[in-house]
């Protein structure tokens, strides 16, 4: 018998792939750069930074369909 609980048993991982963590970066710098943008009432900054969470989705789909990604099942 197996020491190990049964919802351990099937764990591969949590989907970190350079796909991954290059969309999580530029969308989190995308958030912060809005975030600033805000309570410093530049409205054009604040639209960059949608535009940048835009690129980051696009890079991270992207990356993923150059094999950098999770390998779909």
């Given at each position: 018998?197996?020491q190990?609980?049964?919802?351990?048993?099937?764990h591969?991982?949590?989907g970190?792939?350079?796909a991954?963590w290059?969309?999580?970066?530029?969308i989190s710098?995308?958030f912060?750069?809005?975030?600033?943008?805000i309570i410093?009432?530049?409205?054009?900054?604040?639209?960059?930074?949608v535009?940048?969470?835009v690129?980051?989705?696009?890079?991270?789909k992207?990356?993923?369909?150059m094999?950098?990604?999770?390998?779909?099942?």
């Open positions: 018998m197996s190990q609980p049964a919802s351990a048993a099937h591969d991982d949590h970190s792939t350079p991954a290059t969309a999580v970066a530029i710098l995308a912060v750069l809005g975030t600033l943008a410093m009432g530049n409205w054009p900054l604040f639209w960059v930074s535009g940048v969470l690129l980051g989705a696009v890079a991270g992207v990356l993923a369909m094999g950098l990604g999770k390998a779909r099942a």
